[in-house]
């Protein structure tokens, strides 16, 4: 819990390492936080020793870089070519450059425990429940709290000190 509050410090606070998000850098920080995600996000129903499931919609650089990232954990990372092949996952990364409109993702897993998290601007308040931004050239997350408590994930208070509370 302190790494991770010390990595959010850090890019709130840092403008170099905000600096140095080129290129792939800014998946590997996505990663991270995707993977620390799973510490404070609370699924219903979820025993810890099953594998933590990611699913990737279509194709993103965050694979790799969630491949090479897992901190010890048990953590299975499946990308996806389209939306049908999707099956069970904790959390579901959109890439920016999906195809598929986030109305018809979040409307195919309306009801269930699937934290979908995205990375384009706007998709907080439509609906996705974490979405990535750059603000002043930081790595922030968007919550939307509504769109959470209707699928029935918790999120700890902690998380929810370093987002971007979006409706």
Known sequence: M???????????????????MNGGRDYDLKADFLIRFSDYVY???RS?????KIAILEESPINASLLSDQNNKKIEVKQYKNLKEVGFCN???V?????????TIISNFSGKPVLIVTERNGYG?????MNFVMVENKLKF??????????GIGISSFL???AIIVE
């Open 2 to 20: 302190l790494l991770f509050g010390i990595m959010l410090t850090l890019l709130g606070t840092n403008p170099l390492a905000a600096q140095q």
């Open 43 to 45: 699924w219903k129903n």
């Open 48 to 52: 810890k020793n099953q594998p933590f």
């Open 91 to 93: 959390i579901l990364f």
């Open 95 to 103: 890439p920016y450059d999906c195809s598929i409109p986030i109305e």
């Open 125 to 129: 308040k439509k609906g996705a429940h």
């Open 142 to 151: 968007e919550v939307n709290l509504k769109a959470i408590n209707k699928v």
């Open 160 to 162: 929810l000190q370093h």
